[in-house]
């Protein structure tokens, strides 16, 4: 909850710019000669400055103005006074610099504060250009000596910049927590687990027809566990994604995944078991000298363009399993019928290498490891959750939309026939 002294800051913010649009008063700058050609040989950003800070205490002087009333007249009925100055500072390229800002008081004593002062101190351009900054790679305790831009400048220390970077990160972590999904078209969600930090987080990630791809969610939790994965879902729901449309659910290999996606989206859902998962937990089983042979075969099965011919070639390769290695037999058959979903609706290859595996939270994951190098010290709380969420945000604004994106709408279509085909087989069986 904001306290009063928050609110009466974006109150006097949000009359500032009402007065400002209807002013028609225009503010002029005089600076002498002399100054500026001094200023230059220092560099034209001390002239740029030089200009802004006058511009701002002019901007201020001209509000208080507008409450007080011209300056040395007498008003009976005036509800403010000018109270003199003080030291305060604006934000400039993500750093802070010194200005006289004046002072209002009202008859209570009590201090008013400037919406235009407000406007030159906000916090969350200072906010935006730290996350930004260190998103790039930039490192809190080398940033003060790296962006040092202006003579004058302070606020960039390690302490600072990690204060600022922190609500930065929360902003972005609050994005993907409370962005609206009711507009959006998915016609495919992928959803992963991946072990960050020793730390197992959830993610969901959605595709559009457009062929965008969009972070949808980000939890804490292991993908054994049910109810995170359905806690995650749930929040989508609320926020405006409709699991009563067709859709196909690529997911990791985790049990808690396909429960909870089944019990939340129903018959609606067609769930794509990662491929790359399921050979990596098969091959697990198996010794050195069978490894390369059986993946070999794995793959070549899931390459095969036709349902019934990668159907066929892993039945194969079931058998000869049971014989070498039960074990890994039986984590070939667990969920195979799900790693070939995309084989059974006939999606275009040119768009199923990226529909049937979770390699595109994979490879985002491995943005957010380089991002997250500098990192020395993890801690309890959001911090994992700030990191990650910022890192995918920022891979987010890079991704290019999908190739072929064109063949999407074909998707969709096999994908509305098979909850058509699956229906009806729900109703018979209950009849009788």
């Known amino acids: 909850m904001k306290k009063r002294y928050q609110i009466n800051k974006q109150r006097a913010l949000q009359k500032f710019r009402a007065a400002a649009q209807e002013s028609q008063q225009e503010i002029q700058l005089a600076l002498p000669l002399p100054e500026v050609v001094t200023m230059i040989s220092r560099g034209l950003m001390n002239v740029a ?150 730390q197992q987080l959830i993610v969901a990630l959605g595709l559009t027809l457009q062929g965008q791809k969009l972070i949808l969610g980000v939890r804490q939790g292991a993908t054994e566990n049910a109810t995170v994965v359905r806690q995650l879902l749930e929040d989508l729901q609320e926020r405006g994604l409709d699991f009563s449309v067709p859709r196909l659910y690529v997911l990791d290999g985790g049990k808690a995944l396909s429960s909870a996606v089944r019990k939340v989206a129903g018959p609606c859902a067609q769930i794509q078991r990662c491929q790359v998962h399921k050979i990596r937990n098969v091959v697990d089983h198996l010794s050195e000298e069978h490894k390369c042979s059986t993946r070999c075969k794995m793959h070549s099965a899931y390459a095969m363009r036709d349902y019934a011919d990668a159907k066929r070639a892993l039945d194969l390769l079931l058998h000869q399993l049971m014989h070498l290695n039960p074990s890994a037999a039986r984590s070939l058959e667990e969920g195979m019928e799900e790693t070939l979903t995309v084989h059974r609706l006939r999606v275009p290859p040119q768009i199923r290498k990226n529909l049937d595996t979770t390699n595109i939270i994979e490879s985002a994951f491995s943005s957010v490891e380089t991002i997250c190098r500098n990192v020395k010290r993890w801690h309890d709380g959001d911090q994992r959750l700030r990191w990650v969420a910022s890192a995918l945000l920022w891979r987010e604004a890079r991704w290019n939309r999908l190739q072929r994106r064109e063949q999407l709408p074909l998707l969709v279509k096999e994908l509305e026939l098979a909850v058509l085909r699956k229906t009806p087989l729900r109703r018979s069986s209950v009849a009788s």
């Open 49 to 198: 400055m030089a200009v802004l800070i006058k511009l701002a205490e002019e901007m201020m002087n001209w509000e208080v103005g507008q409450l007080v009333g011209p300056k040395n007249q007498t008003q009976v009925e005036r509800e403010f006074e000018r109270w003199g100055k003080q030291r305060g500072y604006c934000v400039v390229n993500g750093q802070k610099v010194p200005l006289t800002r004046p002072r209002v008081r009202d008859k209570r004593q009590r201090e008013v504060p400037l919406g235009s002062y407000q406007a030159l101190q906000q916090a969350s351009l200072l906010d935006e250009a730290i996350w930004r900054k260190i998103m790039h790679g930039l490192s809190m305790r080398s940033y003060g000596e790296v962006v040092r831009e202006l003579e004058t400048s302070y606020g960039i220390e390690k302490s600072t910049v990690s204060a600022h970077f922190i609500e930065g990160s929360r902003q972005q972590l609050q994005i993907i927590e409370t962005r609206s999904l009711k507009e959006a078209q998915f016609c495919a969600l992928f959803i992963d687990g991946t072990y960050f930090q020793k």
